[in-house]
């Protein structure tokens, strides 16, 4: 069983930061990826940042230069630096993360519970 935990959402004027974090925790051997997510009421996800297990990095072209995505895999934890936030950041970000459950090859594939970022004009 394997949980991912969101936490760092709230309320910040345009222009300020925020720093989202993802724990993930349970049967972990190890961890592929993990990937961020952000997603408006009635519209569809859409991908913010991705990090491989590696360190290779991928962003949305809305938030490139502004957002940063780092992990820490000691601590099985992804992070998400946002700054220079905009209005139309605000939603509800979610993680994601693709994990090796033993060394024999058994993926879990999850999402956590989504935390909201609202920023204000």
């Known amino acids: 069983q394997v949980q991912l935990v969101e936490s760092g959402g709230g309320l910040v004027q345009a222009g300020g930061s925020l720093r989202l974090s993802c724990a993930a925790s349970?049967?972990?051997?190890?961890?592929?990826?993990m990937t961020w997510y952000r997603q408006a009421p009635g519209k569809q996800r859409d991908l913010v940042a991705h990090?491989?297990?590696?360190?290779?990095?991928t962003y949305a072209d809305s938030v490139k230069g502004r957002f940063t995505i780092d992990r820490d895999n000691v601590k099985n934890t992804v992070y998400l630096q946002m700054n220079s936030l905009k209005p139309e950041d605000t939603d509800v970000y979610y993680c994601?993360?693709?994990?090796?459950?033993?060394?024999?090859?058994?993926?879990?594939?999850?999402w956590g519970q989504g935390t909201q970022v609202t920023v204000s004009p």
């Open positions: 990090i491989t297990r590696g360190g290779v990095t």
């Open positions: 349970g049967t972990i051997f190890d961890i592929n990826y």
């Open positions: 994601n993360a693709e994990i090796l459950s033993d060394p024999y090859g058994s993926i879990w594939n999850g």
